[in-house]
């Protein structure tokens, strides 16, 4: 397989992700541009992005961590039909080799506790390849890192992302452009929730410093309910109305 990396000069012409058309696919590109100058490193499958990885140094990650030194992998993805042929290990391959030759301390990401989940790294692989948990959430959501310097000391979360809630009523969702989906349900969610009366207030995190103290170990959506975290999963409309008891 050949990987293609995506830059600021060719991110116009690029299919950076087959789930992705249109405007969400402008929002996500928009969002991007103004992240290479980060150190923002995307890198996709010559076959229309059907699996890929995106990191950045993690001292400009849009998460609640604590990690200079290290990347931070916003998103290591394969479509089905990629999956268990070894694109995963050689995209991240990919990340460790950079981490290494830029002198980084290592690498993180964020997966679930003990399982798979929408939207987060299977933790499963990540141990295959030598990551350890660094730090874990309240909400069961693990920063696990790989460490490139000997004696790295470990990344951790915040705070406010170690133990996520938030001193407000009814639903509140915090969102990033860094995610495609968001573009397409958020608006959709938002729409249905003001059908049936549901208190639902948006922030849309716009900007680095405001996504580094949301009190959520992800940023890119996290939906709060009561002040309780909910998940991190992107909700379609009908799933938001069944979380929300109308629909059984």
């Known amino acids: 397989m050949n990987y293609i990396r995506v830059t600021k000069d060719n991110i116009d012409k690029e299919h950076i992700c087959c789930a992705m058309s249109g405007k969400q696919s402008l929002a996500k590109k928009e969002w991007m541009k103004q992240r290479f100058d980060e150190g923002l490193v995307f890198y996709r499958s010559e076959e229309r992005g059907k699996c890929f990885i995106e990191y950045i140094p993690a001292e400009n990650a849009w998460v609640p961590i604590e990690a200079d030194g290290y990347f931070y992998i916003n998103c290591l993805w394969a479509s089905g039909s990629m999956k268990g042929h070894g694109y995963s290990n050689d995209l991240l391959d990919k990340c460790i080799w950079d981490a290494k030759m830029q002198g980084r301390k290592g690498i993180c990401i964020l997966c679930a506790e003990g399982r798979k989940r929408e939207f987060l790294a299977d933790p499963k692989f990540l141990k295959y390849k030598g990551f350890k948990v660094a730090d874990i959430s309240d909400c069961g959501i693990n920063l696990m890192y790989l460490p490139v ?54 922030i849309h995190i716009m900007d680095k410093e405001s996504a580094q103290n949301v009190a959520a170990p992800v940023t890119t959506y996290a939906l709060f309910q009561n002040g309780k975290f909910l998940t991190q999963a992107i909700q379609s409309d009908k799933k938001f109305l069944a979380l929300a008891g109308i629909l059984e």
Not at 167 to 194: H, I, M, N, S
Request: glycine share 4%; proline share 9%.
């Open 149 to 202: 310097e000997k004696d790295a000391q470990p990344p951790k979360f915040r705070e406010c992302a170690k133990h996520p809630t938030i001193e407000k009523t009814g639903f509140v969702l915090y969102y990033t452009d860094q995610c495609p989906y968001t573009y397409y349900w958020v608006p959709r969610v938002q729409q249905v929730a003001k059908e049936h009366g549901i208190m639902f207030k948006v």
